[in-house]
């Protein structure tokens, strides 16, 4: 296996995740505003319900485009399929039931905005069934003007959960690192990229962000010190600590679904090994005991399995052992090269990067069966991260040349492209379900 010298590190070298592993074989933020991102969804879903939002009544003294907003997480869902219509529709209405059912709609939501005294944005909306003529209800928010986004995105996990019957993760966020000439960003964004804010930024590259199961704090790796150490960030105070500054890397952390302990990839005692530490700090635990290089831990959900990879067959391969260490097995077969492992939250499904003809494809597979489907068609693809209801995947790929996020429904069929104007994007994770 190819062992870059590790000197290079913070070089010119793109250090993403996956260099890390072949060198390794290896809402509260007052943060300053960074800029907006557009969202391009293509594909075409087979089961989706048609669902009409128009523009919100009053829409402007918002400040944001509510219906757009609502309209777009739905979609990037891969359940709906936006139908037009035109405004004048609020959540005051009585629809005309046969003029949608001649649009082809079987759901509309209508609603408004009103700015209050104190300046707060007051967004109101309500939900029908047009097949049935129905009325499901609706809700008011109260946001500051800086969180009608967030206001947008909760009215969005509403409709659906209300038209689904599962948790939307719409108001959820992402961390990613982005890069801009010699510039590293760890960013902090709404589920679609936007409203991104800064919680660090440096001159050395950062990889391998990790939410914590609160949301609260973030670990990441940087080179800040022109070596890989591992650090938390607390997202509200912006306090931070240092976790694992070893002699040699330290890497790939990753948080027990409790909270309570951070697994990482230390070669301090020699090789590169899997370790575990309390979250509080202490002296880390060494898991494995091999002479390969495991590295990449995840949970599983339950907290007692972790999943890595390891090359302890000959090339990188992803296996799972007990959190505790111990009880080996491989779980990837198909492919000579895999890595980058994640579990969805209920324990079924893992993503993962294969390697296949000198290209980096976003894999899923059954856990039960081990049923393997490729679903990307790009060339260069890492850091696979799963929504907190298990529905989508955010991952890193390139496009156009530059390094971009896209979002993914399982069967590959939806994806979502987030564009940054002047950043490459990498390194995605996807935040629990919090606000």
């Given at each position: 296996?190819?062992?870059?010298?590790?000197?290079?590190?913070?070089?010119?070298?793109?250090?993403?995740?996956?260099?890390?592993?072949?060198?390794?074989?290896?809402?509260?933020?007052?943060?300053?505003?960074?800029?907006?991102?557009?969202?391009?969804?293509?594909?075409?879903?087979?089961?989706?319900?048609?669902?009409?939002?128009?523009?919100?009544?009053?829409?402007?003294?918002?400040?944001?485009?509510?219906?757009?907003?609502?309209?777009?997480?739905?979609?990037?869902?891969?359940?709906?399929?936006?139908?037009?219509?035109?405004?004048?529709?609020?959540?005051?209405?009585?629809?005309?039931?046969?003029?949608?059912?001649?649009?082809?709609?079987?759901?509309?939501?209508?609603?408004?905005?009103?700015?209050?005294?104190?300046?707060?944005?007051?967004?109101?909306?309500?939900?029908?069934?047009?097949?049935?003529?129905?009325?499901?209800?609706?809700?008011?928010?109260?946001?500051?003007?800086?969180?009608?986004?967030?206001?947008?995105?909760?009215?969005?996990?509403?409709?659906?959960?209300?038209?689904?019957?599962?948790?939307?993760?719409?108001?959820?966020?992402?961390?990613?690192?982005?890069?801009?000439?010699?510039?590293?960003?760890?960013?902090?964004?709404?589920?679609?990229?936007?409203?991104?804010?800064?919680?660090?930024?440096?001159?050395?590259?950062?990889?391998?962000?990790?939410?914590?199961?609160?949301?609260?704090?973030?670990?990441?790796?940087?080179?800040?010190?022109?070596?890989?150490?591992?650090?938390?960030?607390?997202?509200?105070?912006?306090?931070?600590?240092?976790?694992?500054?070893?002699?040699?890397?330290?890497?790939?952390?990753?948080?027990?679904?409790?909270?309570?302990?951070?697994?990482?990839?230390?070669?301090?005692?020699?090789?590169?090994?899997?370790?575990?530490?309390?979250?509080?700090?202490?002296?880390?635990?060494?898991?494995?005991?091999?002479?390969?290089?495991?590295?990449?831990?995840?949970?599983?959900?339950?907290?007692?399995?972790?999943?890595?990879?390891?090359?302890?067959?000959?090339?990188?391969?992803?296996?799972?052992?007990?959190?505790?260490?111990?009880?080996?097995?491989?779980?990837?077969?198909?492919?000579?090269?895999?890595?980058?492992?994640?579990?969805?939250?209920?324990?079924?499904?893992?993503?993962?990067?294969?390697?296949?003809?000198?290209?980096?494809?976003?894999?899923?597979?059954?856990?039960?069966?081990?049923?393997?489907?490729?679903?990307?068609?790009?060339?260069?693809?890492?850091?696979?991260?799963f929504s907190p209801n298990g529905r989508l995947l955010v991952y890193a790929t390139r496009s156009a040349g530059?390094?971009?996020?896209?979002?993914?429904?399982?069967?590959?069929?939806?994806?979502?492209?987030?564009?940054?104007?002047?950043?490459?994007?990498?390194?995605?994770?996807?935040?629990?379900?919090?606000?």
């Open positions: 296996m190819r062992m870059p010298d590790q000197s290079n590190a913070a070089s010119n070298t793109p250090l993403t995740r996956r260099n890390l592993l072949a060198a390794t074989v290896a809402s509260g933020l007052a943060l300053p505003a960074w800029a907006q991102f557009r969202v391009e969804i293509a594909g075409v879903g087979t089961t989706q319900m048609p669902i009409s939002i128009p523009s919100f009544l009053n829409e402007s003294v918002a400040g944001q485009a509510v219906a757009a907003i609502v309209r777009a997480d739905l979609e990037r869902s891969g359940q709906f399929r936006v139908v037009d219509a035109p405004a004048g529709l609020s959540e005051t209405s009585q629809p005309a039931f046969s003029e949608w059912r001649g649009r082809n709609v079987d759901a509309v939501a209508g609603g408004s905005a009103t700015r209050l005294a104190d300046g707060r944005i007051d967004l109101r909306f309500k939900l029908w069934d047009v097949v049935k003529g129905a009325d499901l209800g609706g809700e008011s928010h109260l946001v500051a003007p800086d969180d009608v986004r967030v206001g947008a995105h909760r009215i969005a996990d509403w409709i659906y959960q209300k038209l689904t019957g599962e948790r939307g993760v719409f108001a959820t966020r992402l961390a990613y690192v982005t890069k801009v000439g010699s510039r590293y960003k760890l960013i902090i964004s709404d589920s679609d990229g936007e409203g991104g804010q800064e919680a660090l930024t440096s001159h050395e590259p950062i990889i391998s962000p990790a939410w914590s199961p609160d949301g609260r704090e973030v670990a990441y790796v940087s080179f800040e010190a022109r070596k890989a150490v591992i650090y938390t960030q607390d997202l509200f105070t912006r306090a931070r600590r240092q976790v694992a500054a070893y002699r040699g890397t330290n890497s790939a952390p990753a948080y027990s679904p409790d909270g309570s302990q951070i697994a990482m990839t230390l070669s301090r005692e020699g090789g590169s090994q899997l370790f575990i530490v309390n979250r509080t700090g202490g002296d880390p635990r060494r898991l494995t005991q091999s002479s390969a290089i495991d590295t990449e831990p995840v949970f599983s959900p339950d907290g007692r399995s972790i999943y890595f990879v390891s090359d302890r067959g000959g090339a990188p391969q992803i296996y799972r052992m007990s959190s505790s260490g111990g009880g080996v097995e491989r779980v990837t077969f198909v492919g000579g090269y895999n890595i980058s492992p994640d579990v969805s939250p209920d324990g079924r499904t893992l993503a993962y990067i294969t390697r296949t003809g000198g290209n980096f494809k976003l894999c899923v597979m059954d856990l039960a069966s081990g049923t393997v489907n490729q679903i990307t068609d790009t060339l260069d693809d890492e850091s696979p991260s530059r390094d971009v996020l896209m979002t993914t429904t399982l069967d590959g069929k939806i994806k979502a492209k987030l564009i940054a104007s002047t950043a490459d994007m990498r390194t995605p994770t996807w935040g629990p379900f919090t606000r």
